[in-house]
Structure formats: structure tokens, C-alpha cells
């Protein structure tokens, strides 16, 4: 056992119950780490809208795994985060493992304002998550056998969320990952079409992809009644996110845990298995 894994230093996951969060808290809690839950309804109550609760759910935690919600690319992220990682510090925080995304201006800037930190810090910068098929906002197209999105041919390398929890967890109880920046995503590039088509042959379902103008499609989250800032949000990401910027693959994976990043296939073949699919 290293030094580090020693020293088990009291751990908060924010967004402890999301699909990063929740995986960081699983792993820490395999290896007997002290872990807390960051959430509304978590063990430290913490809510990103309310700073009154922020400076309990801090006490007596040295590590901090910062996901910013609904998402670090929304406009006032920075300015958020800036107040609490000042908190964070003068409360006694040692480290911060920041969750941020690619190609995302507000993301850019709030890793230079934890790069600027006094304290220890290592960041995650991730691509798309293949779990959006499976635990977010494009599960229910999948199951109704259409998923139609605002983009072509524009590849996009899927990362899966256990990669980035592990990642992160290897930051925490790991010596060797301060002020290191790992780019994570998965080790090929796949069209949104591709990926639809690789979980229809996993489950050996009909599931048709159909592309479709930017706004159409805003008009059809409105009409399911989906609120205007996740609208917002989800249009940010298929328009500047997706315009191809992000076409390339990164090895944060390989350079922080030693191995590849798991593959599409693999998620798939995994998540199919479970019957979440149908």
C-alpha cells in the first residue's frame, strides 16, 4: 500500500449521485475510502443554487470531485465555481478533481481558474459520454426504436463513465496525478448514426437514426415539454460542441490508469446484457 493509500483523506463527490459521480463513489467505497455524497438528497447536503449549503458539506473533507450541474458549458459556471473553490480552499481542501468537458469555452476557463489554485488538483476533460444512450437524455429514443438528433457525419470518440471514474479515483488515492490534465475519450471515432447502429445490433432491435435540422429539433423538445434550459444546453452541444472540433482521439485513459480506453462495442455488449435496452 502506497503512502497515499495510507493517508486516506475524507473524500466529497459532488453530483455523487450522476453517472460520473456515482461510479467515483462506488470505486472509493471498494477500496474503503471515506466518501461522501454531495446532492440534495445526499449524506452532505449541497446544492449549487443554494450557498448556504455549501460550507457544511466541505467540513472536514480534504478531497473534493467537483461536476458541475447541469453542466460546466452553461454561462455563470466560472463565476459558480470560482466562489466555491475559494470556499473550498479556505476551508481546509487539499485537492480538487475537476470533471470538465472538451472544446467548451466556460470549461476552459474554469480549469485555468483550478490551475490558478494553491492546493493540489488534477483535471478530467472528457468527450461525450457513451452512458447519454443508457442513463440520460437519449435512453428513451433509443427504446422507442428512433433517435433522431440535430447532427450528420460529425464523428465523436464515446468515453465511457466508468474510464472517467476510475480516472478519478486514481487521482484521489494515487500519488503521481497533481496538476496533470487527462483528455479522456474512447479509442475511436463513431458517427451518432454508427453508435445507434451498434446498439440495434447488440440488442437486435430496429432502432432507426434519423438526422434532423437543429430547429426542428428544438421544436420537438418543447413539445415534450423539456425546459428551456436544457434546451439550451443540449442545442449549445450539437451545434458548437459537434462541429467537429472534437474529432480526435486523447489517451488521458492510457496515461492515467495504464490501459486502453474501453471501447463502443464493449459498452454496448455490456449495457445490452443487462435488458435496459429491451
Known amino acids: 500500500m502506497n503512502a497515499k493509500q495510507n493517508n486516506k483523506a475524507n473524500t466529497l463527490v459532488?453530483?455523487?449521485?450522476?453517472?460520473?459521480?456515482?461510479?467515483?463513489?462506488?470505486?472509493?467505497?471498494?477500496?474503503?475510502?471515506?466518501?461522501y455524497i454531495g446532492s440534495r438528497s445526499g449524506d452532505?447536503?449541497?446544492?449549487w443554487e443554494d450557498q448556504a449549503t455549501w460550507k457544511e458539506a466541505?467540513?472536514?473533507?480534504?478531497?473534493?470531485?467537483?461536476?458541475y450541474y447541469p453542466d460546466i458549458a452553461v454561462p455563470g459556471a466560472v463565476d459558480v465555481i470560482r466562489a466555491f473553490?475559494?470556499?473550498?480552499?479556505?476551508?481546509?481542501?487539499k485537492q480538487l478533481v475537476l470533471l470538465s468537458g472538451r472544446g467548451e469555452a466556460e470549461a476552459q476557463a474554469c480549469e485555468k481558474m483550478v490551475m490558478a489554485l494553491t492546493i493540489d488538483w488534477t483535471i478530467v476533460r472528457a468527450s461525450w459520454f457513451c452512458q447519454n444512450f443508457s442513463e440520460g437524455y437519449l435512453l428513451?429514443?433509443?427504446?422507442?426504436?428512433?433517435?433522431?438528433?440535430p447532427v450528420g457525419d460529425i464523428p465523436e470518440p464515446f468515453v465511457d463513465a466508468d474510464d472517467i471514474a476510475a480516472v478519478a479515483v486514481t487521482a484521489i488515492t494515487q500519488p503521481g496525478h497533481n496538476h496533470k490534465v487527462y483528455e479522456v475519450t474512447g479509442p475511436r471515432l463513431l458517427t451518432f448514426?454508427?453508435?445507434?447502429?451498434?446498439?440495434?445490433?447488440?440488442?437486435?432491435?430496429d432502432i432507426v437514426f434519423e438526422?434532423?435540422?437543429?430547429?426542428?429539433?428544438?421544436?420537438?423538445?418543447?413539445?415534450?415539454?423539456?425546459?428551456?434550459?436544457?434546451?439550451?444546453?443540449?442545442t449549445y452541444l450539437f451545434k458548437e460542441v459537434l462541429d467537429g472540433r472534437n474529432a480526435s482521439?486523447?489517451?488521458?485513459?492510457?496515461?492515467?490508469l495504464g490501459r486502453p480506453a474501453t471501447d463502443f462495442n464493449e459498452y454496448a455488449k455490456r449495457t445490452a446484457k443487462t435488458g435496459l435496452w429491451g
Open 140 to 149: 428513451d429514443p433509443v427504446l422507442a426504436g428512433q433517435v433522431a438528433l
Open 249 to 256: 482521439i486523447a489517451h488521458g485513459v492510457q496515461e492515467a
Open 193 to 205: 448514426k454508427e453508435a445507434v447502429g451498434t446498439i440495434a445490433r447488440e440488442t437486435g432491435r
Open 44 to 47: 452532505r447536503p449541497f446544492d
Open 85 to 93: 473553490t475559494q470556499l473550498a480552499v479556505e476551508c481546509g481542501v
Open 211 to 234: 438526422q434532423m435540422p437543429l430547429e426542428d429539433y428544438k421544436a420537438m423538445l418543447k413539445e415534450y415539454a423539456i425546459p428551456d434550459d436544457f434546451i439550451w444546453l443540449i
Open 14 to 35: 459532488l453530483g455523487g449521485k450522476g453517472k460520473t459521480g456515482s461510479r467515483v463513489v462506488a470505486q472509493l467505497q471498494q477500496l474503503e475510502w471515506p466518501v
Open 58 to 67: 466541505i467540513r472536514d473533507m480534504e478531497v473534493i470531485y467537483l461536476s
